[in-house]
């Protein structure tokens, strides 16, 4: 078999059908995968059967297969989806009411070791494709019958991995998603979140179409976030804020950074206040994080009342909000994605 369809845009999928084919056919197909979430090349209705034939007999759709399945209490579900080389890599779909969220991977593991993030204990296995990367959002999407208009769809790009170390595939599909003529998500509803890559952050922000940026900062000093995250020892925290200073933020986009409340780490009320002073000049806003627990994982989740301490002090100055943890009881919240089993 030749190179997935799944992950081609449409100049490509014309080059795959070749001079012969009239150009529509490559639109056809291109709706069929992006648009129709078809599975097999043979269900394109829309081409003529010997096209169809042909095409599957030398292409597949590159579509991810489900390893596992699990559905939390509160109704979250967690994806073990299965890659054609046997890799695996989790997605995990947070229904709400009016809208539903999507939380795909863009790595098979992580090169950036948190020490409070499970996929950490992972380490790299490799890249995933731009093909990759759009088949989770189309595998759950047509697995749950979503992306109908009926409700919002949300996709973050927070599940396994570090987008901004594999930039070129991430933004590729985020083209795919976000064309009109395809899965038609706008980019004001696909949200990236980086570790702070600073070169990467700024390859990003030249991009025609690219996701909103979240950034984890998770330590209001320099020496706490070396500490919690050892890759930001290459990118300091100054140098950070300068970056998300001089970031091209869209009219109707705001920054956003994410903080992981650590138990008796990073959760003090000094914490907070500098965390005002680090980001008071930015437009941005902040999303706390409790710790979500997990096995090899040493730290704590603070107390609701430590949770709601900080969130007053840092909402004085900035926009400030506490996540509420999905999906904990099957391992499928913030930093616990680890092809978990059980």
Not at 23 to 46: H, M, W
Not at 312 to 334: E, H, M, N, Q, Y
């Amino acid at each position: 078999m030749s190179q997935p369809i799944l992950g081609m845009e449409l100049s490509e999928i014309r080059e795959v059908l070749g001079p012969g084919q009239a150009p529509f056919r490559a639109k056809q197909v291109y709706k069929a995968l992006y648009r129709q979430k078809v599975g097999d090349l043979v269900q394109i209705s829309t081409l003529p059967a010997g096209l169809r034939a042909e095409l599957a007999a030398s292409h597949e759709v590159g579509m991810p297969c489900v390893e596992k399945r699990y559905e939390s209490v509160d109704g979250t579900l967690r994806y073990l989806l299965r890659l054609h080389d046997g890799k695996t890599v989790e997605t995990v779909l947070m229904p709400e009411e009016g809208r539903d969220t999507v939380c795909i991977s863009s790595q098979v593991g992580c090169p950036v070791d948190c020490r409070f993030c499970m996929t950490a204990l992972m380490g790299l296995e490799r890249n995933l494709t731009a093909g990759e990367i759009v088949g989770q959002v189309l595998y759950v999407a047509r697995e749950n019958g979503l992306l109908d208009g009926a409700a919002k769809f949300n996709i973050v790009m927070m599940g396994m991995g570090e987008p901004l170390l594999n930039l070129p595939n991430v933004l590729k599909a985020t083209r795919l998603l976000a064309d009109p003529e395809g899965a038609a998500i706008s980019e004001k509803r696909i949200t990236l979140s980086t570790s702070g890559i600073i070169p990467k952050m700024e390859e990003m922000g030249r991009a025609a179409v690219r996701p909103k940026l979240a950034i984890s900062l998770n330590a209001s000093t320099e020496e706490m976030r070396q500490q919690l995250m050892p890759i930001t020892r290459k990118y300091h925290l100054r140098d950070l804020i300068e970056a998300c200073r001089a970031y091209p933020v869209r009219v109707w986009e705001k920054l956003t950074f994410e903080y992981v409340l650590l138990g008796g780490v990073n959760d003090s009320d000094a914490d907070a206040r500098r965390v005002v002073g680090l980001l008071g000049n930015l437009d941005c806003m902040v999303n706390l994080i409790a710790l979500n627990p997990g096995p090899g994982i040493d730290f704590q989740t603070p107390s609701p009342e430590r949770v709601d301490s900080f969130q007053t002090i840092v909402r004085r100055s900035l926009p400030c909000f506490v996540r509420k943890p999905r999906g904990r009881d099957i391992f499928a919240a913030c930093g616990q994605l680890k092809r978990n089993t059980a």
